[in-house]
């Protein structure tokens, strides 16, 4: 056998719909879906199936997204596709969704932050509808793998954009796979803990739940003052001062650990590992959601953090060794490459076959980015070392002083 086993004591399910895939943002829009195809195959081409449940999911329906969405922006995301936006726009139900023209737009906004401009963050793209509800189904999949008991950790990497809010698309994220997710944990657990290494701020899944002591939120982000081209680090929120919201009995409920750029292992390992421990001890969550944005690897196109796929992967054996229900997201990721690296990693950690990955990749059965369409997809080879380092700004005392303001 290849030396991949099930795990002992514990389940792992695996919710995909390859449909994900075939999608394109746009050509050069950073968000490609094309990584999952690598990360699926990555997977199986070292046997991974063998040691987990795997199910193809179905789509969301419109009231599973209804819990948290807007009706009028879920009825606007089920019709939406290049062809119809424009009548879409007309529409007079969907007039208050159009946000005001500000002075230096670059893109041309539709309701609910939506665009067909090619610059959008949030553009309207073929097989966008099916896209979203093939993402979430396998999130609420996912999820209802665990509150069943027929998994201890249940895995969705096409999931985990915790940008979207419940009536705008915001950061590459329409439907709040999370929120959707957390809403259904609620139902059984008195208490979950939301934590995102994605190298953005989880803005929309901390607003959602701003008022519910019963979701803590926990955020590592990158933050920091405006850059050389006058713009903050996208989204620009998750201070360390939000602690969720004021006057409310949310309060002390929303953790952000703001991060400077060039953060290595080292000092990503002492944060994560102080800061997510004490949140434990001190909340009990019964269950937990990791989003695992692998922006935050060194070499992403977007980020700028210079953590390895070994300190990514400890974050998520740290979270597992906890013994709760986890479900397990992906997110932002860039560098397609280093996404599947490190999502098929995770997966074999998962699984506790962390060990049993041979060094060589079975490349044979990694299919070659030319293999697709013959479209580019702007990642030639498979696995090249990262080629971009950014400057470390981490300060030690920073990061001390960080773990010391968030006891409480
Ligand atoms: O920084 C922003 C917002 C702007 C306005 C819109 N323009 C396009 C970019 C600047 C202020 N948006 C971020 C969004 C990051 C979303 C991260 C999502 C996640 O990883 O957290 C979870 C999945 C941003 N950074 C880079 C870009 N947008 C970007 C967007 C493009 C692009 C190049 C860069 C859109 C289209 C094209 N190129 C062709
Ligand atoms: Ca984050
Ligand atoms: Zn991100």
Redesign the pocket.
Known sequence: SNGITRPKGHTVSFHYNSGVEDMH???????KPWRLTLTKHLVLGYGLQYAMDTYVAMPASKDQVRAFHDPDYVDFLKEVSPQTFETLCENPRYQRFIPPKHEGD??DLGPFNLSTS????C?VFDGMSEYLFLYTGATLAATNQLLTGQSDIAINWSG????AHKSEA????YINDIVLAILDLLHLYPRVLYIDI?????DGVEEAFQRQPRVMTLSYHRYGPYDETG?K???GTGDLADTGLKGTIGEHFALNVPIPSGIDDRQYKYLFESITSRAIDAYKPKAIVLQC?A?SLGGDR?GQFNINIKQHGECVSFVKKQGLPLLIL?????TARNVARAWCHETALATDNGANLPDRIPLDLVPRPQAFTGRAHGDGMLFPKFQRDHKNDCVEADLEYMVKRLEW
């Not at 943002?25 to 968000?31: A, E, N």
């Not at 985990?160 to 940008?163: E, I, M, Q, R, T």
């Open positions: 943002f746009g050509k050069t829009h950073p968000m670059t893109v090619p610059g959008a963050d553009p985990g954009l915790h940008h915001s950061g590459f994220c994605d190298v953005h701020h989880g713009h680090f996208f989204p944005g922006d977007l992906g997110g932002g990721g860039y």
